[in-house]
């Protein structure tokens, strides 16, 4: 089935420019059909997310958010799975019309993290809170299943609705999240050919969208490292080896490393984000232990940097007689935006939303596994900006007072069905035009 996306994607732009004028129209009919449905719809798709809002659940514990998840999708007619990969959900809405099968994509867990907003509807679970936008998230993906599910006769193929629990982690000792769910066959049966998904963005105002085609987010990868040295008494630091000198040459070199032996065009990031050691300030340490990440946006670089790293402490440790243990851990892979469903997407989003509220994204150094779809199928995931207009700023991502503008939520929906719906005309498309 990617082959078939792939065969899309290569003839999509030699096929756009021939659009009808009856074509056009129905397009624009349908564009009005989108938006008195998502307006049939707002009110309840708002009082979901501030639902959602209010009761925030931690990773691979979202049993309630899956609860409401399955009953809503189930009662507007789609076929629902749930205890995928501990609570995830996943639901099929088959059109009326033969076709491939597409995917979208929605992160349902919260963070822990007090929420600190005066909203009426903030988080009644102490410690817990939607801080990165999961909520809205899932309301868009909600939101577009009851938009979808009242134009069935128009779906040529089908729409499989995938609900992800633990995007930003399990809980140690737990398997979860995207991998998990793939490892348990969700883009099978029907297979699905392409997947979409998407981020909220309080770096934009609400009404944009940004996408970039490759590399859209980092890979995320994390290590430990131990450094022993020798203690001895403060005043005659010579008869030991401090590991408090030996961590601070080490952070030192690991950020000439980005500096000075990777290609400043090809951005990588190393954060030391953690130091422990030492007992006493008249006592020389004896071990000193370091954690941090790693992030790239090139395989070249990830696979470099851990060489790198290793190459540097065996210096360090030898110049002063010491040693160290590393711990390096591959995370989550780059998110990847296939550059031709990229290409054959823009018009859709130009159509659905207009020329000055679609932008251009930079690759972004954080994180999201959604990655492990990229690995597996043709994906398109862009920004949702969700800034109020007029503020020039407002509560960043992971932060207490994150409080994104509601009227995103329509504007996903719209940006969704539009993606949803064009992609699998594409195919139809391309089955028409087929020599």
């Given at each position: 089935m990617t082959g078939a996306i792939l065969r899309i994607l290569l003839l999509t732009v030699s096929l756009y420019p021939f659009a009808s004028a009856q074509n056009i129209e129905e397009e624009k009919i349908m564009?009005?059909?989108?938006?008195?449905?998502?307006?049939?719809?707002?009110?309840?798709?708002?009082?979901?997310r501030r639902f959602i809002h209010m009761n925030p659940e931690l990773s691979n514990r979202e049993f309630e958010t899956a609860k409401l998840v399955a009953s809503t999708l189930m009662s507007y007619g789609l076929e629902v799975r749930t205890g995928i990969a501990r609570t995830g959900v996943v639901a099929l809405l088959r059109g009326s019309q033969p076709g491939f099968t597409v995917g979208i994509r929605?992160?349902?867990?919260?963070?822990?993290?007090?929420?600190?907003?005066?909203?009426?509807?903030?988080?009644?679970?102490?410690?817990?809170?939607?801080?990165?936008?999961?909520?809205?998230?899932?309301?868009?993906?909600?939101?577009?299943?009851?938009?979808?599910?009242?134009?069935?006769?128009q779906i040529k193929g089908n729409i499989k609705f995938i609900f992800q629990p633990a995007e930003e982690g399990p809980p140690p000792g737990e398997a979860g999240g995207a991998s998990l769910m793939l490892e348990q066959g969700i883009l099978d049966n029907p297979p699905v050919g392409a997947v979409f998904g998407l981020h909220t963005w309080p770096e934009a105002d609400v009404g944009t969208v940004l996408f970039s085609p490759g590399p859209i987010m980092a890979s995320s990868d994390g290590f430990e490292i131990i450094l022993k040295g020798r203690g001895s008494h403060g005043a005659r630091p010579h008869e030991g080896v401090d590991a408090v000198t030996l961590a601070a040459q080490t952070i030192l070199t690991l950020?000439?490393?980005?500096?000075?032996?990777?290609?400043?065009?090809?951005?990588?990031?190393?954060?030391?984000?953690?130091?422990?050691?030492?007992?006493?300030?008249?006592?020389?340490?004896?071990?000193?232990?370091?954690?941090?990440?790693?992030?790239?946006?090139?395989?070249?670089?990830?696979?470099?940097?851990?060489?790198?790293?290793?190459?540097?402490?065996?210096?360090?440790?030898?110049?002063?007689?010491a040693s160290y243990e590393l711990n390096y851990r591959k995370g989550h892979p780059v998110v990847y935006n296939h550059p031709q469903l990229a290409k054959a997407m823009q018009p859709t989003l130009l159509k659905a939303l207009g020329e000055d509220h679609v932008g251009p994204l930079e690759p972004q150094m954080i994180s999201e596994d959604f990655s492990y779809f990229c690995q597996q199928v043709p994906v398109f995931f862009f920004f949702l900006g969700v800034r109020p207009r007029g503020m020039k700023e407002m509560p960043p991502l992971h932060n207490p007072y994150y409080n994104p503008d509601e009227e995103s939520l329509t504007v996903g929906i719209r940006t969704m069905c539009h993606l949803l719906l064009d992609c699998l005309e594409l195919q139809s498309t391309l089955e028409t035009h087929r020599p």
């Open positions: 564009s009005r059909r989108i938006d008195y449905q998502i307006e049939k719809y707002k009110a309840e798709i708002i009082k979901t929605a992160d349902m867990d919260a963070l822990p993290i007090q929420e600190m907003t005066s909203l009426s509807y903030k988080s009644l679970n102490p410690g817990v809170m939607h801080a990165c936008g999961h909520d809205i998230h899932t309301a868009v993906a909600i939101g577009t299943a009851m938009v979808m599910s009242q134009l069935k006769g950020q000439s490393l980005i500096d000075r032996r990777i290609d400043a065009t090809d951005p990588a990031v190393i954060t030391i984000g953690k130091i422990e050691g030492g007992t006493r300030a008249n006592i020389l340490a004896e071990q000193v232990s370091l954690a941090g990440t790693v992030r790239t946006l090139s395989l070249e670089n990830r696979e470099r940097i851990p060489r790198l790293i290793e190459g540097a402490l065996k210096g360090i440790s030898t110049a002063y007689d």
